[in-house]
């Protein structure tokens, strides 16, 4: 848009803000609009109460469906008892054998709190994941990051866990002068941190669409060209449509982030790898 007369472009920007918001039209929302009020403390943001209603909820949702199990399942217990069977059999025994039911709880705590917290990103009033900051993908890569290396140090000594992720068996020594420093970055940093990024970069990716696509449609509507408003309901229709494409995206994520966990545990187990 060229600048009005008498003003730099970057004044000419500042101005356009100000009479959108002015307006009462949404504009990009400022780092000051993740925190709480001033009375829940600078330490607390928005994605902070997420995290604790995500565990809350989890809580009370497991605690409810089981607190009286039966033979014939009600409907609450019959969800949590598909969700229970879905990781451990598609996942846990799937990429672990035995060994993995043991682990099951873990893998179906961990899919349902990505899953709840990925689905917040569509969810009215709270409308971004939290995993859409690489600080809680990151705490939950290093999670499963610490369990995988323990688990193998652990069942085969800490020596002989490194010498069977770093020395592929039946390889000429010289070629371990390469290929150790590839192990190693492959197993001890290249895993957890595709681990991390895999979701943040998803559901942060997810998050801007969204954004694109809503905010778009609110200042298109606002414009002065009656066909630039008519063309806002092709944004806003996008905005739904992605927004269930979101949730698939958000079920695929969760699922996608504990079977690598799975497999990269079942790994640490297993005699040879």
């Known amino acids: 848009m060229p600048a009005r007369a008498g003003l730099s472009s970057a004044e000419d920007d500042t101005v356009s803000g100000q009479l959108v918001a002015a307006e009462g039209l949404p504009w990009p929302p400022r780092v000051e609009d993740f925190y709480l009020p001033d009375v829940a403390g600078p330490w607390v943001t928005k994605f902070t ?9 989890l809580i009370i949702f497991f605690m409810a469906t089981y607190r009286n199990p039966k033979l014939v399942p009600s409907k609450g217990q019959w969800m949590a008892e598909s969700i229970y069977g879905l990781v451990r059999d598609n996942i846990a025994r799937e990429q672990m054998g035995k060994e993995g039911i043991k682990f099951a709880p873990y893998f179906t705590v961990l899919f349902c709190f990505i899953a709840l917290t990925n689905l917040f990103g569509i969810t009215p009033g709270l409308q971004i994941s939290p995993n859409s900051h690489i600080a809680f993908p990151i705490v939950l890569a290093l999670v499963s990051y610490v369990m995988y290396i323990y688990i193998g140090a652990r069942k085969h000594g800490l020596g002989q866990y490194l010498k069977q992720s770093l020395i592929l068996p039946g390889v000429p020594w010289p070629m371990h002068i390469l290929l150790i420093p590839i192990e190693f970055l492959q197993t001890f940093i290249v895993r957890p941190f595709t ?5 943040f970069a998803n559901m942060f990716a997810g998050h801007l669409i969204l954004l694109v696509f809503t905010v778009g449609g609110f200042v ?3 414009s002065d060209n009656l066909f630039i408003q008519v063309s806002s309901v092709a944004a806003f229709l996008m905005a739904i449509l992605m927004a269930f494409f979101e949730v698939l995206v958000s079920l695929l994520q969760a699922y996608v982030f504990v079977i690598l966990s799975a497999n990269y545990i079942g790994s640490s187990l297993a005699d040879e790898h």
């Open 195 to 199: 681990l991390a990024v895999r979701l």
């Open 220 to 222: 298109m509507l606002a």
């Open 49 to 57: 109460l997420m995290i604790w209603l995500a565990v809350g909820l």
